[in-house]
């Protein structure tokens, strides 16, 4: 089937507005992931989802960012009162089951510019 | 929490020769699995080659292939040939459970 995918592509806030990211895993995919990417840098671990639940919420860098996934398939991430901090490419990933030796697949990101 | 290091921010190949990628890893554990990702201009993270650390073999796909060295905590990717089609952001990964710790990454440039 279809790969992971992502939406929006870019999205473009001004600081202090709350934005919603969407993230649509592969099909039978039990586990998913959010990765936050800043400018030149490597993939920080935010949240991992299996099925419903988030078992690690660790990565999630303040309580103005929160998750959710439903039908163990679509999750969003919400991020509220937007800082410029919070501009980097935001990367969705899923794999078949939540283990170190599943590979993970990754959407194609949203780019989050906040002003 | 696992620490991977990419100490080549940059690196350029001619089209045709081969380049090495270096990539080392902090664990404390036995059983693990070590990944290389590619991340074109399009932002799509790709997978590259995957190698597990029970594996004494040197994993091999088409034209990459990795020299695993466990007792020195070492992954590098060759990329032989190299084509302008290779040009991109390389990314080691470690992932022993769940979440993958990423280095931060090394870009290819392929000169024609």
């Known amino acids: 089937g279809a790969g992971v995918s992502q939406s929006p592509s870019n999205k473009v806030t001004e600081k202090g507005k709350d934005v919603e990211l969407r993230c649509d895993p592969i099909?039978?995919?039990?586990?998913l992931y959010w990765y936050r990417q800043s400018l030149g840098q490597g993939l920080e671990f935010l949240i991992y989802?299996?099925?419903?639940?988030?078992?690690?919420k660790s990565g999630l860098p303040s309580d103005r960012f929160s998750a959710e996934r439903t039908g163990g398939s679509v999750s969003t991430l919400t991020i509220q009162r937007t800082q410029q901090e919070d501009s980097a490419v935001y990367l969705c990933?899923?794999?078949?089951?939540?283990?170190?030796?599943?590979?993970?697949?990754f959407g194609p990101g949203t780019r989050l510019l906040v002003l | 929490a696992q620490t991977v290091t990419q100490s080549q921010p940059e690196m350029s190949v001619q089209e045709a020769e081969t380049v090495t990628l270096s990539c080392t890893y902090d664990?404390?554990?036995?059983?693990?699995?070590l990944f290389w990702y590619k991340q074109p201009p399009s932002r799509q993270m790709i997978l590259v080659i995957r190698?597990?650390?029970?594996?004494?073999q040197n994993a091999t796909e088409n034209r990459f292939s990795v020299n695993f060295q466990k007792a020195a905590k070492s992954f590098s990717l060759k990329i032989s040939d190299s084509q302008l089609g290779d040009a991109a952001m390389y990314f080691c990964?470690?992932?022993?459970?769940?979440?993958?710790?990423f280095g931060a990454g090394t870009t290819v440039t392929v000169r024609a």
């Open positions: 990933a899923s794999s078949a089951a939540p283990s170190g030796s599943e590979t993970q697949y």
């Open positions: 099909s039978g995919h039990t586990a």
């Open positions: 989802f299996q099925g419903n639940s988030a078992p690690d």
């Open positions: 664990t404390s554990e036995s059983d693990y699995y």
């Open positions: 190698q597990e650390a029970y594996k004494q």
């Open positions: 990964a470690y992932g022993n459970d769940y979440k993958l710790s």
